[in-house]
């Protein structure tokens, strides 16, 4: 598994992890907020990207990403829960990496694809049961750029 850093390239996710460490350890005393969202695009495959956020409040951002491509996916509601497992796997495995250095302490957010407005609606009580059952915090459009800006931006 590799991401892919707009500023350094393609990196694993032992060195984008330790990307993280030393954006937050560069201002320690700022407050950060780790972001995952994920978004996709059906063509004649369906591509996901999940974006990961290292948001330094008030402050600025960095962000890096993964792309997977999977066959072509029919289905609205399939396409948004494999979106949302998609996000809770890269967040479980950066809040083990953070529990495994004793960075327990940063906040993850999984934004979803999802709003109020559109056929997305009827899913919002579903995923977002699936993410802070997971124990991450929840955000929907409008409040989910993770995914409808960061993601979006790249799986076109």
């Known amino acids: 598994m590799y991401f892919i850093s707009p500023t350094k390239g393609k990196l694993s996710f032992e060195e984008m992890m330790q990307d993280i460490i030393n954006y937050i350890t560069g201002l320690p005393h700022s407050s950060y907020k780790i972001i995952i969202g994920s978004d996709s695009q059906v063509k004649n495959q369906t591509c996901y990207i999940t974006a990961v956020i290292v948001h330094r409040m008030g402050k600025g951002a960095k962000y890096y990403y993964r792309k997977r491509t999977e066959p072509k996916v029919k289905s609205l509601r399939q396409k948004i829960f494999y979106e949302t497992s998609l996000s809770l796997e890269v967040g479980g495995l950066i809040t083990r990496y953070f529990s495994q250095i004793g960075h327990m302490d940063e906040q993850v957010e ?47």
């Open 110 to 156: 999984i934004h979803i694809d999802v709003g109020k407005q559109g056929d997305t609606k009827d899913l919002i009580k579903e995923v977002v049961g699936m993410v802070t059952g997971s124990g991450f915090q929840a955000k929907i459009k409008p409040d989910a750029y993770g995914a409808s800006s960061v993601a979006d931006k790249h799986s076109k």
